[in-house]
T-cell receptor, first 113, second 113 residues
Framework: EAGVTQFPSHSVIEKGQTVTLRCDPISGHDNLYWYRRVMGKEIKFLLHFVKESKQDESGMPNNRFLAERTGGTYSTLKVQPAELEDSGVYFC???????????FGPGTRLTVL | QKEVEQDPGPLSVPEGAIVSLNCTYSNSAFQYFMWYRQYSRKGPELLMYTYSSGNKEDGRFTAQVDKSSKYISLFIRDSQPSDSATYLCAMSGRETSYDKVIFGPGTSLSVIP
């Protein structure tokens, strides 16, 4: 069974540009989570989808971040415009249900110059 | 005060040693306690999961939770070079166990052959 995949693995952009990160969860997993780890800090929760609906987006830092999960399959996280402090590793995770283990993807390393 | 505190290390031990990793936390609402292992350039993978206080053993790994002291531990017996990774404690206090996980910053472990 394929795991959670994320694309790209690494993105380098300039401040003010737009970047879109993609996450493909494990097939059949209704729950999809986004997390990020900025330099020197712990991994922090961003938001949680159940199918195509946002269940909890309390961790989204500001309105420059937009997450979507059209059709309840893959998800995208867009940062527009990117700022220097957005640099870090963005992880996606999926789970079958809320009582099940979250499986993490390898992450997308975002560098904003 | 951070919700979850963890000594970042790095921790270096000889092969075969017993490793003790620890976290403290401040939120008494946490009920579910997890340890994740993260290899370089990979996403976190769940290693151990414990509900409330007590011990849990899985092969060379033992997880302990002391809710009265707000202290959790992971012990690795007969450590191997393949155990070299970053170990993240994590916890959740929501109604369901894996919802909105709060991570510690991680401890970097190196097991020297």
């Amino acid at each position: 069974e394929a795991g959670v995949t994320q694309f790209p693995s690494h993105s380098v952009i300039e401040k003010g540009q737009t970047v879109t990160l993609r996450c493909d969860p494990i097939s059949g997993h209704d729950n999809l989570y986004w997390y990020r780890r900025v330099m020197g800090k712990e991994i922090k929760f961003l938001l949680h989808f159940v199918k195509e609906s946002k269940q909890d987006e309390s961790g989204m830092p500001n309105n420059r971040f937009l997450a979507e999960r059209t059709g309840g399959t893959y998800s995208t996280l867009k940062v527009q415009p990117a700022e220097l402090e957005d640099s870090g590793v963005y992880f996606c995770a999926s789970s079958h249900d809320l009582a099940s283990e979250q499986f993490f993807g390898p992450g997308t390393r975002l560098t904003v110059l | 005060q951070k919700e979850v505190e963890q000594d970042p290390g790095p921790l270096s031990v000889p092969e075969g040693a017993i490793v003790s990793l620890n976290c403290t936390y401040s939120n008494s609402a946490f009920q579910y306690f997890m340890w994740y292992r993260q290899y370089s350039r990979k996403g976190p993978e769940l290693l151990m999961y414990t509900y409330s206080s007590g011990n849990k053993e899985d092969g060379r790994f033992t997880a302990q939770v002391d809710k009265s002291s707000k202290y959790i531990s992971l012990f690795i017996r007969d450590s191997q070079p393949s155990d070299s990774a970053t170990y993240l404690c994590a916890m959740s206090g929501r109604e369901t166990s894996y919802d909105k996980v709060i991570f510690g910053p991680g401890t970097s472990l190196s097991v020297i052959p």
